[in-house]
């Protein structure tokens, strides 16, 4: 099932997507969803960003090649973690499918994307076994982590160099139905291919962060967890359009914009 | 005013406190606040957090006395911030007034409060100066922003350190009037004072945060800012008591316990 979160000139409310027709519900599409008669077609409705995450984790740092890639750029060494240490990004920073990433104005010209698998939990879960811990997960989605390099190394936290309003992308929808193992993604810059990496290709995958992150915290309903990336970005300019697809799930879009002034 | 959010057999809402009573209303206080008729005494309630924010910021360091402390156990010189880059907690962690923070059976010795003083938002708010930037604030309340000093040193993040269930005690209450400049923190473990300390004679003070917060991001209402701690805090076992009381605004108290296994 393919669920969209949209908005109407009076209501904002999850839908099941089939083809161009959405049929509305009430609640959430992981609680006890109900339609409510009203249908519309997806080209009259404004996609929102698939949920708000009561809590929005992030893993940050979760494939080879981008630790490789991010350390030669930086010309150290890379340093690959020994654990599964999640990390958190902030809802402010959230936008829907193709809403602007607006850079600040005062930004540096290092702003890149990371293309990532998102994680959406449907069920309450404390004390997950790795073996069990898929048991929460109710359906994926895809984000966007863009970052201001210069700020996320210069600064003592990441609050504007990854939390900046705009620089979460996030949809265009949750899709329950997927092989984690044939996903490929894909991020293209003005339609031309910049990476691609084989989707589930993670340091630590979805049940090994599971299951540690429930051994000490509650995952409820609407959490997010996004998954990191692979490979490295181009730096992005005002115009730059970024498309993040993977196989199977959907595709992402969102133009980068910068201000003069 | 005096809000508490409460819950009883059959409802959460928010209620006036005066003196013993309550009066419900109904929406939040920030919003447009309606009585609903319905009155309780505060001994028939339980109390809840006052607010599950939409995101949670932290100031983290931002007292001297903390710093100076913090290095001297550490061994290592002190190292004050050059700017309010501000940081993050998670939502997960919270929890209200007396119920218990429970240490993870694996946490190490090194179980610390942190007293602070929580400035709640009020207004949607972007691009404040300073001389504008209280004009979000609705009220405040109180934090322990609760730590196991190992894993914040160890781990690639606070994951674990700072955001583990129960870390985050918040309340007991929002209190709209109150004088900063003549309130005083004081913690107290199992009756006998701690620390003391002037709450107002922060590094960066709530406009300086506020003002450089919104210059990249939008506050929401219901979004909360702990403002840090001074001094330093003893290592917390099973059966302990914390009151962070700050002079004016109210006391939170919370007992620590710690599970065998």
Redesign the interface.
């Known amino acids: 099932m393919r669920w969209i979160r949209f908005s109407t000139d009076d209501r904002c409310a999850y839908g099941l997507l089939d083809g161009d027709a959405v049929m509305e519900i009430s609640g959430e599409p992981w609680g006890t969803p109900a339609p409510t008669g009203s249908k519309y077609r997806l080209r009259d409705v404004t996609l929102e960003v698939p949920v708000?995450p009561?809590?929005f984790y992030c893993a940050?740092i979760n494939y080879s090649t981008h630790i490789r890639e991010m350390a030669a750029k930086r010309g150290v060494q890379p340093v690959f973690?020994e654990?599964p240490?999640?990390?958190?990004r902030?809802?402010?920073?959230l936008i829907a499918h193709e809403q602007p990433v607006v850079i600040?104005v005062d930004a540096t010209e290092k702003v890149n994307y990371e293309g990532e698998l998102v994680v959406v939990i449907g069920k309450q879960a404390?004390h997950l076994s790795a073996a069990d811990a898929m048991s929460c997960v109710y359906g994926y989605t895809i984000g966007n982590d863009v970052s201001e390099r210069t700020w996320q190394r210069g600064?003592?936290?990441f609050?504007?160099g990854k939390?900046?309003?705009t620089f979460k992308p996030m949809g265009p929808w949750i899709e329950t139905d997927v092989n984690l193992d044939t996903m490929t993604t894909i991020v293209r810059v003005n339609g031309a291919e910049s990476v691609r990496f084989k989707t589930n290709d993670m340091i630590f995958d979805i049940p090994t962060y599971i299951a540690a992150?429930t051994?000490?915290?509650?995952?409820?309903p609407g959490?997010v967890i996004w998954m990191g990336t692979d490979g490295t970005s181009p730096d992005l300019r005002h115009g730059d359009v970024v498309e993040v697809e993977i196989t199977g799930l959907g595709m992402l879009r969102n133009p980068f914009v910068r201000p003069t002034n």
Chains 1, 2 share one sequence.
């Not at 902030?90 to 920073?93: D, G, S």
């Open positions: 708000v009561r809590t940050g973690p654990k240490d999640i990390g958190y902030a809802n402010n920073a600040p404390k600064d003592r936290t609050w504007r939390n900046a309003n992150m051994r000490y915290l509650t995952l409820y959490d």
